[in-house]
């Protein structure tokens, strides 16, 4: 919970240099507003709260020293709430002292107030009394110092709200008579574990209430039955006036007892609750302890309540005392002077009371809370007693406050409580159940029994109630508009109609199936015969035209027949004279489509080709050397017994067309288009050191595609530099791709499209594409390859996927196996004096093929296998499982003169030799 909502919205919203003027921070910092432990509570914005409260003050005319003075209070009482009490003897008696460093404190609390530090101090620690005109000046200690300072922060904050509250009438009011509607809330009935004074309290306005609400309902009962002209016993109720004797009525009343054990200097709370027994013990509504416990009980309406008398005198007290009042009224600001000043109503005539001995005036008698409380009370009585009320009763559902949450014990006691259960037995007494006769007759129509019911609506109501059985006469009568019934009366006649409807209900319901059968069966018969007429009719069109259909696929087939037989003629020729011209063209060297003798290549591979001797056998020197008649053919049954399995080639290829590479990755000024001659410039953008070679090799692509004056020895020569240069050199591979993609489109030329995509093979058997690449390669191999080769170079990308690439370049093997578009396989002995031929690919390794090998022998789930390679002089090497076994072939036949070549254009990252 939290304390009044203006000292957070004032904390939360005053201005900056406000709050510094009136020493302010956060609620966090005060007394009187962390008790609660909570300074901000959901769906309350105290910011627009107080913008609110300055404007409806701005509204009412309230001046800025009015508003200044209003807020000066609010923070001295928030100062004043910090102000602690220590031990502190005085004159060997006990006393207390403002706590030690608190005296800034203690001068702001003065400043806001307009009184002297010193003087405030004083008079919260000290008592003073006048006492037969002498003052005597009485130390506190800490708890009576905290009581003191406690009495004078609600007497400021009431004063003050008083104040508020007379100002604005005083605004409002325009002396004239105007009609009003009055709002009073207050708290419900109040019983805990430990009941004080502020429950008796409570309970005694309680109890008021409760009895003027059960004589305004007795009284509307009466009026309603006189006016239906209803004959009615008289009414009994319990009558609580006992109740509010015990507590108020002069002279014994508790209040009264209460009032003048006050008066006494040395009253105790245990001479008033003495005084209440003796004078209360046997009253009906007083509760008498059995044992010596300082508390007494009263039967109130709603339950009984025990009090614990403690503190009763000085809550009842609870006033600031006079030296302290004198101190407040002495203040230099007006507005605090205006608050604490003595009110005419309740000063005691202090000309009558005089010294018996001396002329000094005696100490004022000032109302005790319960005598201020009695009579607050009897005026709000008297204020309601003149108007026309309403009541409205809240109930909380559960204490946590949450939704969907229902406390049946919790509601009872509050139903209780606010006095439910006693308008409910004045209610039951009479005739709780009214009607109007329109209502009635409407409702329970289906109750009367006869052909016509009477015309008039009175005697319809009577007629009704006179059918039902079990219905005494004298449970029900019938007014001038409305009728009249007990509870079991519309018991019963809801029990009678609910038996009628069912009947009626049942009727109705056979007669309304017996309506939906029938026509739901008329609807099924109608729609069965259309669905058959649709039926035979769909039928029928679909055998004729299934007919038609026959004899256009018969005649189309037919007409078809000849027309194929002449084209399959014809492209069987057309197949012919490609391949005689293609090998007319290859016997004569005509596979130039341009002069390419002239175009520059590399200095170290043109001496290289100068080299070569014998122009048949190529470069010599070779540790082993694979002749022709060391290669033959085999069936193809034979390397089909291990054939590699290869992934699925991706769906998403077809939408990789190398055109969309090229306008990609292409530099400017590089087109897709044949080049007879030299390239101006690479076709993907390189360093300009790996520029001018990529240029150079294009030079060697379009003399191995080109040069007619290329011998065997030198093609081969050619083939492994360009592709050995793709090996070493990663950056140069996609050049040489594009490379060859540019001169294998649209090449005039088959016999030298056919040796680009030779070139293309070899390429791929030992190094793959960039990622970037891969995929507009193989859609461009896929479709545009060169007859078998697009096969070959799908197997190629598809097998190379994830694989380190090969560290030489292609086997003899290989490039015969390539210049004839078919597989290759390796005959591999076997102890025993066996062999087997075992299908492989460029990516072969040693421990695939010793697998399949050990496969071809029985050996079941083969894995860990390996060969070993012997050259046929006497050396044989065990290869590693991960080796490529022709890129290990590749390497025993690369001749000396080439391996000086090819280590110019060796990285520091790559390793060359055996």
Not at 83 to 91: D, L, Q, S
Not at 131 to 152: F, K, W
Request: aromatic share 10%; glycine share 6%.
């Amino acid at each position: 919970e939290r304390n009044y909502h203006v000292f957070y919205e004032m904390l939360e919203a005053l201005p900056s240099e406000h709050k510094e003027k009136l020493v302010l921070s956060q609620p966090q910092d005060y007394f009187y507003l962390n008790q609660g432990g909570v300074s901000r509570i959901e769906n309350k914005d105290d910011v627009s709260d107080f913008d609110k409260l300055s404007g409806a003050m701005e509204v009412l005319g309230f001046s800025g020293p009015e508003q200044e003075s209003i807020f000066r209070v609010l923070a001295a009482i928030l100062h004043l709430g910090n102000m602690r009490f220590e031990p502190h003897a005085v004159g060997g008696m006990e006393g207390s002292k403002v706590a030690d460093g608190l005296g800034e404190l203690v001068g702001i609390v003065a400043g806001m107030l307009g009184v002297g530090p010193e003087g405030l101090s004083d008079k919260l620690t000290n008592k003073s009394q006048v006492t037969r005109g002498e003052e005597i000046v009485t130390p506190l200690p800490p708890s009576m110092a905290q009581d003191a300072r406690d009495a004078l922060s609600k007497a400021l904050y009431a004063n003050m709200f008083a104040w508020l509250v007379d100002r604005i009438n005083s605004i409002i009011d325009q002396n004239r008579k105007v009609h009003s509607i009055g709002i009073l809330d207050i708290f419900g009935f109040e019983q805990f574990e430990i009941n004080s004074f502020e429950q008796l309290c409570i309970n005694f306005a309680n109890e008021n209430l409760q009895y003027y609400f059960n004589h305004h309902i007795f009284m509307l009962e009466q009026e309603i039955y006189t006016k239906e002209g209803i004959d009615w016993s008289k009414i009994e109720f319990n009558d609580n006036q006992p109740c509010l004797d015990l507590i108020v009525k002069k002279p014994a009343g508790l209040f009264h007892l209460l009032n003048d054990e006050s008066a006494f200097a040395k009253g105790s709370d245990e001479g008033f609750l003495n005084k209440a027994n003796s004078q209360h013990g046997s009253h009906k509504y007083y509760l008498k302890p059995k044992t010596r416990d300082s508390k007494f009980g009263v039967r109130h309406y709603a339950a009984n309540v025990w009090y614990l008398t403690e503190g009763f005198l000085e809550k009842n007290r609870d006033q600031v005392r006079d030296d302290l009042r004198d101190l407040m009224t002495s203040s230099s600001k007006p507005f605090v002077r205006s608050l604490l000043a003595d009110a005419p109503a309740v000063e005691a005539n202090d000309t009558k009371k005089k010294k018996r001995g001396g002329g000094k005036p005696q100490a004022r008698r000032r109302p005790t809370l319960a005598a201020i409380f009695a009579a607050s009370l009897t005026a709000l009585i008297d204020t309601m007693s003149k108007c026309y009320p309403y009541f409205v009763r809240c109930i909380k559902p559960n204490e946590q406050k949450r939704p969907g949450m229902f406390e049946a014990e919790m509601v009872l006691a509050q139903l209780r409580y606010s006095g439910m259960m006693e308008t409910i037995n004045i209610r039951r007494k009479g005739y709780p159940v009214r009607a109007e006769y329109t209502t009635f007759n409407f409702r329970y129509r289906a109750l009367h029994k006869g052909a016509t019911p009477p015309s008039e609506a009175k005697a319809a109501a009577a007629a009704i109630l006179r059918a039902v059985e079990g219905i005494a006469d004298d449970e029900w009568q019938v007014g001038k508009t409305k009728v009249f019934m007990r509870e079991k009366v519309e018991l019963r006649l809801e029990e009678a109609r609910n038996a009628s409807l069912q009947d009626i209900v049942v009727i109705l319901q056979k007669n309304l199936r017996r309506w939906r059968c029938r026509a739901r069966y008329l609807a099924i018969k109608r729609a069965n015969l259309v669905m058959q007429s649709y039926t035979r009719m769909w039928l029928g069109r679909n055998i004729a035209q299934q007919r038609y259909d026959n004899i256009v696929t018969i005649q189309a087939l037919w007409r078809m027949r000849k027309p194929r037989q002449e084209y399959l003629v014809m492209r069987e020729e057309r197949r012919k004279e490609r391949e005689s011209e293609r090998e007319r063209l290859r016997a004569a060297g005509e596979r130039s489509v341009g002069d390419v003798s002239s175009l520059a290549m590399p200095s170290d591979l043109t001496k290289l080709l100068e080299s070569i001797k014998n122009v048949e056998l190529g470069l010599e020197g070779a540790v082993f050397k694979a002749m022709g008649h060391h290669l033959k053919s085999v069936d193809e049954t034979v390397w089909r017994q291990s054939e590699i399995v290869l992934p699925q080639i991706a769906d998403d290829v077809a939408g990789y067309a190398f055109s969309k590479y090229v306008s990609g990755y292409f530099q400017p000024g590089s087109d897709w288009s044949f080049c007879r001659g030299s390239l101006p410039q690479p076709k993907l953008k390189l360093k300009p050191e790996l520029a001018a070679e990529a240029l150079l090799v294009f030079g060697a692509i379009q003399r191995f595609m080109g040069d007619p004056d290329m011998t065997h020895g030198k093609e081969e020569a050619l083939a492994v530099y360009i592709v050995q240069r793709g090996v070493l050199n990663p950056d140069l591979r996609d050049e040489i791709f594009c490379q060859l993609c540019n001169q294998t489109w649209l090449n005039p030329n088959d016999v030298n499209a056919e040796r680009g995509w030779l070139l293309m093979t070899l390429c791929l058997s030992c190094f793959s594409p960039s990622d970037s690449l891969y995929k507009y390669l193989l859609c461009y191999a896929s479709t545009h390859g060169f007859e078998a080769y697009r096969a070959i170079c799908q197997h190629q990308l598809l097998r190379q996927a994830g694989r380190e690439p090969r560290r030489y370049g292609p086997s003899k093997l290989e490039q015969v196996a390539a210049s004839k578009r078919c597989p290759l396989a390796l005959e591999v002995a076997v102890p025993g004096g066996q062999s087997k031929m075992v299908h492989v690919d460029a990516y072969t390794t040693a421990s695939e093929l010793g697998n399949a090998v050990a496969a071809q022998l029985g050996v079941k789930g083969a894995c860990g296998w390996t060969v070993s390679f012997d050259d046929g002089k006497n050396t044989v090497v065990d290869l590693e499982a991960g080796v490529y076994v022709l890129d290990f072939v590749a390497m025993q036949e690369v001749p000396p003169a080439l391996k000086s070549v090819l280590k110019k254009h060796v990285r520091k990252d790559v390793v060359l030799g055996g």
